[in-house]
């Protein structure tokens, strides 16, 4: 699905979004009100210049529209890889990017994040993880590595991997896999202005509730030992 | 992986108030685990080890440990990354300084 | 200062636990879930491999110098520091617990190549939370502070919680970056980054790159109570302030400048030289109170 599919889909009543260097900039408008929409498109490979970009539409979005939520359409498949990107601390940047979301959370605007087609590690914990709720399309990706890589890298037989992806969401690429461990809030079977008003609105609940996927994923029974430890470490009695 | 479970007999250890850990899970290495069990003339030990089939050399070292270290009532749980016999009579031996109350 | 050589204590070797111990007051360390009550990954069991009780973290409180404190410490023998569930949930418990306790400081001794691809999934979200967890802790008022000089350094989306930290402490040996070199050579190729040439890794990834950069608070040398007096001295000189609109514009223009100025550069050595250094060549070789005054003489 095209981006411009999708944008028409999302925001039938209208939309001013440019995108330049693989990231998305702009305004649109639901039923209920003007967000700004921002993202990556066509797999970006995130650098200092786009997560930049990013990061500086956040803060104008901050300073002149006080409260507008914010829509992330996240396609990445993961970080540039580069030395001289590298040299500069591509991760402060991208650390930098995730401030400016967080800021944006504090000071009142709600935030969502949908994955049209690829999200991969740290482009996606950049941003598209930061936001208050994180939706995906029913044919996204989403990974930290695919099974051959990770099968080379962990040396664990990929048939092995392969049969144990089957019964446990805990490693295996898939967005379905990520909606029960609870980094996923609910997968879309297409992009549309009704699932985005809903969406607009639990976002704007789930912002100040706080972090609330170890709950989530437990209760969808992907991450069954998370919470409760998390939970322990918060309450356990200093000195016993 | 293997799981390997041992009971030898040992003179009993003093009595120790608190669980003790020693090693690391890490390549050539191993982390020991001591805590209190509930028979004092006999030592329990569990261990998983990413190495497999040498089971025999297992019972060799841990009997001799037992055989000469006082550690009966205790319960020893190890996880194992390759650590040689030399490392694991060592680390053993350190577990048990530190579980009664030894300095590391 | 420097420590004669001889009566160094090394962070690089030392274990998690045996970093915690001197970097804290004697004995005052109280570890939150102990090893004893704990169980290791049933992830990494499920994969047939010895996982470690407790999952390559510790955390607990103690003093540094006598302020109430919180430890996390990542064990980097341990499969990489690698953050899996359990390893994961323990540093977000220990986090939101500061938020309420306020202890003066989180001392986090990040040594972490990112994720456990073996519980990928889990470890990525479980970054995401450690991510949120660190802001929260910092708009609560708590500085949290990441000391880097591990054998595993501070890679992938640990090099980004480091980062999102009130500062850095690390030493000529510590590491900070994104994606690993291996990682880039292998994708991208040799000539892109000579993953084995350590010298070049070091000045692209390494703790006096980073420093002279401004990337990192403080350096250190490679020795226990190094780290210990560098972690007091950030916390003597540090206020943690709310996160604020200005705050991030004025490190946005700052990211921004330093983007337009070096973005063609793949060496250290052609930063440094831009930086004002008179001669790169010998930083590499500077003991860290030379390099330190190396940099207060750079021109701003």
């Known amino acids: 699905m095209s981006l411009n599919d999708i944008l028409d889909s999302l925001f039938p009543t209208g939309h001013a979004v440019a995108v330049a260097n693989s990231v998305i900039t702009g305004q649109a408008q639901t039923a209920h009100c003007p967000v700004a929409v921002l993202g990556t498109t066509d797999a970006a490979a995130i650098d200092h210049a786009m997560a930049l970009a990013l990061s500086a539409f956040i803060l104008d979005t901050v300073e002149r529209h006080p409260g507008r939520p914010l829509v992330f359409l996240v396609d990445t498949c993961g970080q540039a890889l580069s030395r001289s990107q590298e040299l500069l601390c591509l991760n402060g940047s991208l650390a930098h990017l995730a401030q400016c979301v967080d800021l944006a959370r504090r000071q009142g605007h709600a935030s969502l994040s949908l994955v049209t087609a690829n999200a991969v590690s740290g482009g996606f914990l950049s941003f598209g993880l930061m936001a208050d709720q994180a939706y995906a399309l029913a044919d996204a990706q989403v990974r930290v590595m695919d099974l051959r890589a990770m099968s080379r890298v962990t040396k664990i037989a990929h048939e092995r991997l392969v049969e144990l992806a089957a019964a446990s969401p805990i490693f295996a690429p898939g967005a379905e896999n990520y909606r029960r461990m609870g980094g996923i809030e609910a997968i879309w079977p297409t992009p549309s202005a009704e699932r985005l008003a809903g969406a607009l609105v639990a976002a704007g609940q789930a912002g100040p509730a706080g972090d609330r996927r170890m709950a989530s994923g437990q209760r969808r029974g992907g991450r069954q030992l998370a919470a409760a430890i998390a939970e322990a470490v918060h309450h356990a009695a200093a000195g016993a | ?104 | 200062m420097n420590a004669p050589l001889a009566n160094r204590k090394s962070w690089f070797e030392a274990t998690a636990r045996a970093r915690i111990g001197g970097l804290l007051d004697a004995g005052s360390f109280v570890e939150f879930l102990q090893p004893a009550a704990s169980q290791p990954s049933p992830h990494l069991a499920q994969l047939d491999l010895p996982g470690a009780f407790d999952d390559g973290v510790v955390v607990g409180c103690g003093r540094l110098e006598k302020m109430p404190i919180f430890v996390i410490a990542q064990e980097g023998q341990f499969i990489g520091g690698s953050v899996g569930e359990i390893h994961g949930a323990k540093i977000v418990g220990t986090l939101r617990r500061a938020v309420e306790e306020k202890p003066a400081a989180v001392l986090f001794l990040i040594d972490s190549g990112g994720v456990r691809l073996h519980e990928a999934n889990a470890g990525l979200i479980a970054i995401s939370e450690i991510m949120r967890a660190v802001l929260d802790a910092r708009a609560a008022g708590v500085p949290v502070v990441a000391l880097v000089g591990g054998s595993c350094g501070a890679f992938g989306g640990m090099g980004i919680v480091a980062k999102l930290c009130s500062g850095i402490v690390i030493s000529e040996e510590g590491r900070l970056a994104l994606s690993g070199p291996e990682v880039i050579e292998t994708v991208m190729g040799v000539e892109e980054f000579d993953a084995k040439d350590r010298a070049l890794v070091w000045r692209v990834t390494g703790g006096k790159h980073r420093y002279l950069m401004g990337d990192c608070a403080l350096l250190v040398d490679d020795d226990l109570a190094a780290f210990r007096s560098g972690a007091a001295e950030f916390l003597t000189g540090w206020r943690e302030a709310g996160p604020s609109l200005a705050a991030l514009r004025s490190s946005q223009q700052a990211l921004e400048n330093r983007l337009a100025a070096y973005a063609t550069y793949r060496d250290g050595l052609d930063v440094w030289a831009a930086l004002g250094v008179a001669q790169p060549d010998s930083v590499p070789l500077l003991d860290s109170d030379r390099l330190v005054a190396l940099k207060k003489g750079l021109p701003t």
């Open chain 2, 1 to 104: 992986m293997e799981t390997l479970e041992f009971r030898f007999a040992s003179h009993p250890a003093g009595p120790a108030a608190d669980p003790a850990l020693c090693g690391v899970v890490g390549s050539g290495n191993l982390e020991i685990l001591i805590r209190a069990g509930d028979d004092p003339a006999a030592c329990q030990l569990s261990i998983k080890t990413s190495a497999r089939g040498f089971g025999d050399t297992w019972r060799a070292v841990l009997g001799d440990f037992a055989a000469a270290h006082a550690a009966g009532g205790t319960t020893v749980a190890i996880n194992d990354m390759g650590a040689t016999p030399a490392v694991v009579t060592l680390r053993l031996a350190q577990a048990l300084a530190e579980y009664q109350g030894g300095a590391q």
